[in-house]
């Protein structure tokens, strides 16, 4: 069983649509990042969090670290988020980070 | 732009030859990795180097041999691949150990 596990593998959704993107973790950690990957390979961090909830635009984010879980909300989704969403794990014993093996989310017009 | 800068994006090569992945980080930032993504699989680290220092090598094999000349650069030199080496290969950087990581827009590296 990996460490990190993400959830869905795949999702296909119309335009406007919510979606939720879920990670789920195995060790201690002391931070979750959340970044995406677009076709051709840049990864974009989107977000670092250790506690509660953060919002950028129409995205959040949110982990509830005693159910060792995050989530990822797209809202109002829109093509251009087409995308490979990756969740990321900080161990709190050291500074690597152990990845999840990423969504591809596909948002159709 | 994310300030860090990988170049080639794009190489083929023979198992036989010699060639250097450059990384480039305007940011200031005292640590670089390098990660290799192969197709369906997380992201594997390779390398971490902490000012100029290396600090981890994930059991890469000596083919890949990488190289810090100084806190803005990184290179992987490339000598006698094998296909199962084909891979796009990320380099990032962050403030410190344990900050957020930048990454670059990677090299995609087809072995012939």
């Known amino acids: 069983k990996n460490e990190v596990e993400q959830s869905p593998q795949n999702l296909t959704a119309q335009e406007g649509e919510f979606i939720t993107i879920n990670c789920s973790y195995s060790?201690?950690?002391?931070?979750l990042h959340w970044l995406q990957q677009h076709p051709g390979g840049g990864i974009v961090s989107l977000f670092m969090l250790s506690s509660g909830k953060k919002k950028h635009g129409r995205l959040i984010a949110t982990i509830n670290i005693q159910e060792k879980h995050s989530s990822l909300h797209i809202t109002a989704s829109h093509p251009r988020d087409s995308a490979v969403y990756i969740c990321a794990v900080l161990m709190d014993s050291n500074y690597q980070l152990i990845w999840g093996a990423g969504t591809k989310l596909i948002i159709k017009p | 732009e994310t300030g860090v800068t990988q170049t080639p994006r794009h190489l083929v090569m023979g198992m036989t030859n010699k060639k250097s992945l450059k990384c480039e980080q305007h940011?200031?930032?005292?640590?670089m990795y390098w990660y290799k993504q192969s197709a369906k699989k997380p992201l594997e680290l390779m390398f971490v180097y902490s000012l100029e220092e290396r600090v981890e090598n994930n059991s890469v094999p000596s083919r890949f041999s990488p190289e810090c000349p100084n806190s803005s650069h990184l290179f992987l030199h490339l000598h006698t691949l094998q296909p199962e080496d084909s891979a796009l290969y990320l380099c990032a950087s962050s403030q410190d150990l344990g900050q957020p990581q930048h990454f670059g827009d990677g090299t995609r590296l087809s072995i012939l």
């Open positions: 060790v201690g950690i002391s931070a």
């Open positions: 940011l200031g930032h005292n640590a």
